[in-house]
């Protein structure tokens, strides 16, 4: 299985500084076959030095990517586990322990980053969403508003969950959707890797369908967008940057960053 990868990132109309990082991640394992990895940060606005932030994280994941999924990947070949009546499958359990290393980075850079702010007299922090593909198999991760979607020819599908007050309020029943796009409050979350006492990422699981895309977004790409209008761009060579132009001219004036990986 082969990858098609797209990524662009924008400083937008206003701000001094692009807090967003983005990375992908490819490489070939012996009886694995291919494996993908997306990244992306949004170094929060509001907060100083949001960049370092996200670069911090996203160094972070270069790492894990270069030095502990091998690791991982030479240890499961050399022991074979069991699943048990093949009740799970190699992706699958390669998946859960991705899943156990990828929680102790959240808690090991909160915990640096709150420290570094500190030192230094500032608050940092930065949003988190993931995917890990391998073989037929992807999970995703996420801290905060940034986003992941799946989509093939037609359906966008969110496969993230926004950790946000707007979208806590909605599933309350306090405030519509439409209320929550809105809402002065809108960019307050819940969850923020380096500003929050502790966090907990949200993990999704699921099966890779033929022609299926991923797209994972900042707050900045998604908020002035519409679902058709991602399945049928983001695709495209550069739709990264098309649909980067077409929210900066509906107004965005955030930092915009993208990345799509087809399949």
């Known amino acids: 299985m082969g990858f098609k990868v797209d990524a662009y990132s924008d400083i937008g109309t206003k701000k001094n500084v692009n807090q967003d990082a983005l990375l992908i991640k490819q490489a070939t394992a012996m009886n694995i076959g291919n494996i993908c990895m997306g990244i992306l940060c ?3 606005g509001g907060l100083s030095c949001g960049e370092v932030a996200s670069s911090a994280f996203v160094n972070r994941m270069d790492s894990w990517f270069k030095m502990e999924l091998p690791q991982m990947l030479s240890d499961q070949n ?4 069991l699943y048990g009546k093949e009740t799970m499958t190699q992706a699958s359990h390669l998946l859960s322990r991705v899943e156990g290393q990828w929680k102790k980075i959240v808690t090991e850079m909160n915990e640096k980053l709150k420290a570094y702010g500190n030192s230094n007299g500032m608050r940092l922090g930065t949003t988190v969403v993931a995917i890990i593909i391998i073989g ?3 999970m995703t991760m996420n801290v905060g508003d940034s986003r992941a979607y799946k989509f093939g020819k037609k359906k ?7 950790q946000s007050y707007v979208q806590q309020q909605v599933e309350l029943g306090r405030m519509t959707e439409a209320e929550a796009m809105h809402s002065d409050k809108k960019s307050m979350l819940l969850q923020c890797i380096g500003a929050s006492e502790s966090v907990v990422p949200e ?5 890779i369908e033929k022609n299926l895309n991923f797209l994972l977004c900042s707050d900045g790409l998604w908020r002035k967008l ?3 209008e991602i399945v049928s761009i983001a695709p495209q060579k550069n739709g990264i940057k098309k649909l980067t132009e077409m929210v900066m001219n509906r107004g965005e004036t955030d930092n915009i960053s993208g990345l799509i990986i087809s399949i």
């Open 42 to 44: 949004d170094g929060m």
């Open 78 to 81: 050399a022991t074979e586990p």
């Open 136 to 138: 037929d198999e992807y």
């Open 156 to 162: 966008l599908e969110q496969v993230s969950h926004d």
């Open 203 to 207: 993990f999704f699981k699921g099966q």
């Open 226 to 228: 519409e679902d058709k």
